[in-house]
C-alpha cells in the first residue's frame, strides 16, 4: 500500500520530513543502515543514503522528489524528504539554522561565506563571499598579510590588509610555500609573504618579505594586468591573462620562469613565457597549472606544454633535465602538478602519473618513503597493489607527496604520504583510498564534493551545498577553528563566520 503521511519541514542543512507513516503489508524486517550512496540500491535502482543513516529513492510523488525506503528506522519508512533548503543557492529553512555549515541567510537564499580557499605550507587562506581574505597558521614571513610578523602561530583567521585597511576586492587567490598572491577585480595582482627570492615579483632592487600585500609589476614597473588565473610553486609564481599569455616571477634555477635562462638570482618582476628563448610570446593557454619548481598549461583543448625541472622525470619524457620553455609533455583534459610528479586525466577516465614516488605519491602501489624510486614515464594509478587502473576519475589534484581524485560519483580518494593525516583515509596507502568526513558518531565517506585543492600537506573539498572540508596538517592553527592538531579525515572549515 503506499505509504502516507504529513510534509513537515523543519531545520537543517538537508531538510527531511519526519512522520510516522502508515503500512499495509510492508515485509517485516530490521532497518538499513547505509553509510554510502553506493549501498542504496532497490529494485535495481541507485538511491541516497541521508544524513540519518537510511536509504531514499526517487519518488515524483513527493515535493522533495525522494522517499526514504518502506523500512527505513526512526520513523523514517516511507516518508518524503522535504523540498531542499539550507544548502548555497537554497531557500533558508525554517527555523534555527536557517542555513547548512558554511553558507549564511541572505535575502531568503543560503549563500556561501566562503568562495575559495588557498592553501600554503603552513597556512591557510580563505576569500569570503565580500571579497575579503582571512589566513591563519604560521606567520613568520608575513604570510598571514595582517601588517604583523610572528614566530607563534595564528590557530583564528586574520584578515589581510593593504595600508591598514582591508582589501574588498579580490577575485582569485592561490598560496605558495611561505607566500600568497591575490588577484583584483582590475585583473592587478598582489603578492605578500615570503619574498627573498622575487616571490613578490613588485620589482624592488633589493627583494625581501612582506607583512602585507605588494603589487606585482613588469620590467618596466607597469603593473602586470589582465590576469584571470595564478598558481604558485615552492618560490614562483605564474599567472595567465586574458589572452592565453603566461608572466611568471620568483626563482629561477631551474628554468621555471619558462624564458630560455636559469639564473642565479631572484627576478623581481613578471615576464612572459616564451616559445623559444629570445623567441615569441607563448601564447593560447586555457589553464595553467604550478608545482614546485615547474610549470604546465592546457591549450588547444588537450595539448599538455611543460618547463622548469624534470629532475625526477615528473614530465613523463623519460629525462631528468630541465627545460627552459615550453614543450608538448603530452596530450589531457586535465592535468595536476605536485612538488615533483604530475598526473594527467586520461580519456577513459583513468589517470597516468610520473616523477617522484616518495610515500606512494604515484599510486601504483610502489614506493613506500622518502626513497622511493621515481618513475620518469607514465604508470597508471591502481585500485590496489598489481590490480586494474582507476576508473570514474573527473579530475585529479596534487599536493606533496601525496595526491587526490575528484570521482564522476562526487567522491574523492586520495593517496600517498599521510604523517599528517594529508590522505584524508585515517590511514593512507600507496593506492587510493576513500577520503572520509567526521560526524557526530564517527566517519563516513566524503561525497557530493564539486571540487578539490591540494597543496604541500592538506586538501580541502567543496560540497555541492557549500561547505569546505579540509584534512591534512593542522597543528600550527592552519584550519582557522582555534585548535593546533592534524586531520585524519575531512572535517568543516569553521574559522570565518558570516555575514
Request: with cysteine.
Amino acid at each position: 500500500m503506499e505509504p502516507r503521511g504529513t510534509l513537515v519541514r523543519v531545520r537543517g542543512a538537508r531538510v527531511l520530513v519526519l512522520l510516522a507513516a502508515v503500512f499495509v503489508g510492508c515485509a517485516n524486517r530490521s532497518p538499513y543502515n547505509c553509510s554510502s550512496s553506493d549501498q542504496c540500491v532497490l529494485g535495481g535502482e541507485a538511491g541516497f543514503c541521508e544524513p540519518e543513516g537510511f536509504c531514499s529513492f526517487a519518488d515524483t510523488s513527493c515535493e522533495g522528489g525522494r522517499r526514504f525506503e518502506p523500512n527505513a528506522g526512526d520513523g523514517l519508512g516511507g516518508a518524503c524528504l522535504a523540498p531542499a533548503c539550507g544548502a548555497s543557492g537554497q531557500v533558508c529553512c525554517t527555523g534555527e539554522p536557517a542555513c547548512g555549515d558554511g553558507t549564511f541567510c541572505h535575502s531568503g537564499t543560503c549563500q556561501q561565506c566562503v568562495t575559495d580557499v588557498a592553501i600554503g605550507h603552513r597556512y591557510v587562506c580563505q576569500l569570503k563571499y565580500d571579497h575579503t581574505i582571512w589566513c591563519s597558521g604560521t606567520n613568520g614571513t608575513g604570510e598571514l598579510g595582517n601588517g604583523m610578523a610572528a614566530m607563534t602561530p595564528v590557530a583564528t583567521p586574520v584578515q589581510v590588509v593593504e595600508n591598514g585597511m582591508p582589501m574588498t576586492d579580490v577575485t582569485y587567490l592561490r598560496g605558495g610555500y611561505e607566500f600568497t598572491c591575490a588577484v583584483r577585480s582590475n585583473g592587478n595582482v598582489w603578492c605578500w609573504g615570503r619574498g627573498n627570492q622575487g616571490q613578490l615579483g613588485n620589482g624592488a632592487a633589493m627583494p625581501m618579505d612582506s607583512i602585507t600585500p605588494v603589487r606585482v609589476v613588469k620590467q618596466n614597473g607597469e603593473p602586470l594586468a589582465n590576469i584571470v588565473q595564478l598558481d604558485s610553486g615552492y618560490s614562483h609564481t605564474c599567472g595567465r591573462d586574458t589572452n592565453g599569455d603566461v608572466w611568471c616571477w620568483g626563482r629561477n634555477s631551474s628554468g621555471e620562469l619558462g624564458d630560455g635562462t636559469i639564473l642565479p638570482n631572484a627576478r623581481n618582476f613578471a615576464s612572459r613565457v616564451l616559445e623559444t628563448a629570445g623567441g615569441i610570446p607563448f601564447t593560447g593557454a586555457t589553464e595553467l597549472i604550478s608545482g614546485g619548481d615547474h610549470n604546465c598549461v592546457i591549450k588547444a583543448g588537450d595539448q599538455v606544454w611543460c618547463w622548469g625541472s624534470d629532475n625526477d622525470g615528473q614530465f613523463g619524457d623519460n629525462q631528468t633535465m630541465a627545460h627552459l620553455v615550453p614543450f608538448m609533455a603530452g596530450r589531457s583534459t586535465s592535468i595536476a602538478s605536485g612538488v615533483n610528479h604530475v598526473c594527467m586525466l586520461d580519456a577513459d577516465s583513468t589517470v597516468s602519473c610520473s616523477g617522484a614516488n616518495y610515500h606512494g605519491s604515484i599510486g601504483n602501489g610502489l614506493g613506500g618513503s622518502f626513497n622511493g624510486s621515481p618513475e620518469r614515464v607514465p604508470v597508471k594509478v591502481l585500485t590496489a597493489i598489481g590490480g586494474p587502473p582507476l576508473t570514474g576519475v573527473a579530475k585529479v589534484v596534487l599536493g606533496g607527496p601525496m595526491s587526490c581524485a575528484l570521482m564522476q560519483d562526487k567522491t574523492v580518494q586520495c593517496w600517498g604520504d599521510s604523517l599528517n593525516g594529508q590522505t584524508g583515509t585515517g590511514t593512507g596507502a600507496a593506492v587510493p583510498s576513500q577520503v572520509l568526513r567526521k560526524t557526530d558518531d564517527g566517519a563516513r565517506k566524503l561525497e557530493d564534493v564539486d571540487r578539490l585543492i591540494a597543496r604541500f600537506p592538506r586538501a580541502c573539498a567543496h560540497t555541492t551545498a557549500g561547505t569546505w572540508l579540509c584534512w591534512g596538517r593542522g597543528r600550527d592553527g592552519e584550519f582557522g577553528d582555534g585548535q593546533r592538531q592534524n586531520r585524519g579525515i575531512a572535517a568543516p572549515l569553521t574559522g570565518v563566520t558570516c555575514p
